[in-house]
């Protein structure tokens, strides 16, 4: 047996004996396959075009091969990721030893640290990029969006586990039908907007969906947490969800993909669509009646060792993945086109290579990693100097990032 093989057995052994009795396995499970999905959906259903002047833009196979939106579908899994984090907000709401508020600023501390780091970093290096080493600022314009692109989702997330203690009030007195009426929000907007008088609704009136559109997932989570969501209602919303899913989609004309295709005018996630609860609900349906057979299948140390890593590493890994691709693009910028990584995404080969590259990515955010990873611990030693200044980078960043500077 390997060296290598040896330290990982050791490693999962040594994880496997420090996890206590009580620690919901399942959960943690699909924690970290939503987790994993997002890297994988970005690498794989992100391109890069390479203009005259050198600049990378964005692009994607799916304006060439429409026929890969079911990939997204599957790789769409932002309702799995909301649906466990309420049931864990709820688990957690419990055991909180101080008050509301204390609870509240522990979690949103978590949340925002990473964020603040990683927008921090990416301001400090966009002048040494350009000015230093003549990166066009089309590509680092090109980098923000997408460095900012999975950003939003902590927004959304920091603002719905503020509103955990109404979402158990609800729950506790409507279960599962405490998420009734975002859906039903949702589909008043979705009709507005695309339905016989959508000329004269105001463009505006779709960020309506954004808070109902993600909080859905989350008060199914947290009525599951509360143990008001039983098999029979686990059925109704896999079947339910994947039956209006399909029927949004062939009947209703909603795009097939789940992600925004670069010259498209519609898109199904920002903000989310009627078609995005659909395959929440789904899936919410799907993990629950998983969930007794997902934690057995953990039980086993070689299996529970990734998941305990993926899911410590969790904000590290929705904040810093784009900048592991950015770190192989935008050198590879400088050599022309490069099959899968830099080129139009709009034949086989390119698939082929990019599927090649994942590994590469995977490995630069692994190395990346190890730095980042302490934007996620409390700021101990930073005094409040340096908390001002990487605020300040952060907000700069931003503005630059949206195009507002």
């Not at 810093?320 to 935008?330: F, S, V």
Request: aromatic share 10%; glycine share 12%; hydrophobic share 55%.
């Amino acid at each position: 047996m390997s060296t290598l093989a040896v330290t990982a057995r050791k490693t999962a052994a040594k994880i496997e004996s420090s996890t206590p009795a009580h620690r919901d396995r399942a959960i943690d499970g699909l924690r970290a396959l939503a987790l994993l999905a997002v890297p994988t959906g970005h690498w794989l259903l992100g391109g890069f075009t390479l203009s005259a002047d050198g600049a990378i833009h964005n692009a994607s196979p799916l304006g060439t091969f429409a026929g890969l939106a079911p990939v997204s579908w599957v790789l769409q899994m932002l309702g799995i990721f909301f649906l466990v984090g309420g049931f864990a907000s709820v688990l957690s709401y419990r055991r909180r030893k101080g008050s509301t508020g204390e609870w509240l600023k522990g979690r949103l501390a978590r949340l925002g640290r990473p964020v603040l780091g990683v927008t921090a970093v990416w301001a400090a290096l966009l002048p040494l990029l350009h000015f230093g080493l003549g990166v066009p600022v089309d590509s680092l314009r090109t980098a923000s969006t997408l460095v900012v692109q999975p950003l939003w989702f902590v927004g959304v997330y920091t603002v719905v586990t503020a509103l955990t203690p109404y979402c158990v009030r609800v729950a506790r007195r409507l279960g599962v039908w405490a998420a009734a009426p975002l859906l039903g929000s949702v589909a008043v907007v979705d009709f507005l907007r695309y339905g016989p008088y959508a000329d004269a609704v105001p463009s505006w009136l779709s960020l309506l969906n954004i808070l109902p559109g993600w909080l859905f997932a989350y008060q199914l989570g947290v009525s599951w947490g509360e143990g008001r969501v039983t098999r029979k209602h686990a059925w109704a919303l896999l079947l339910g969800g994947a039956a209006l899913f399909a029927t949004l989609l062939l009947a209703f004309g909603y795009p097939a993909s789940m992600v925004g295709v670069p010259g498209e005018a519609r898109t199904n996630s920002h903000p989310p669509s009627l078609l995005v609860l659909a395959l929440a609900a789904a899936q919410s349906g799907a993990a629950i009646l998983l969930r007794e057979r997902l934690g057995r299948l953990l039980k086993r140390p070689a299996l529970w060792a990734p998941v305990v890593v993926v899911n410590l590493s969790a904000m590290t890994i929705l904040c810093w993945h784009q900048t592991a691709m950015l770190t192989a693009a935008i050198p590879g910028s400088y050599l022309g086109e490069v099959p899968g990584l830099v080129g139009a995404p709009d034949s086989v080969g390119w698939i082929l290579a990019r599927l090649a590259w994942m590994p590469v990515f995977a490995g630069l955010l692994v190395l990346i990693g190890r730095f980042a990873r302490g934007f996620e611990s409390p700021w101990t030693t930073a005094g409040p100097a340096r908390r001002v200044l990487a605020g300040l980078l952060a907000a700069g960043f931003g503005v630059f990032a949206l195009g507002l500077g």
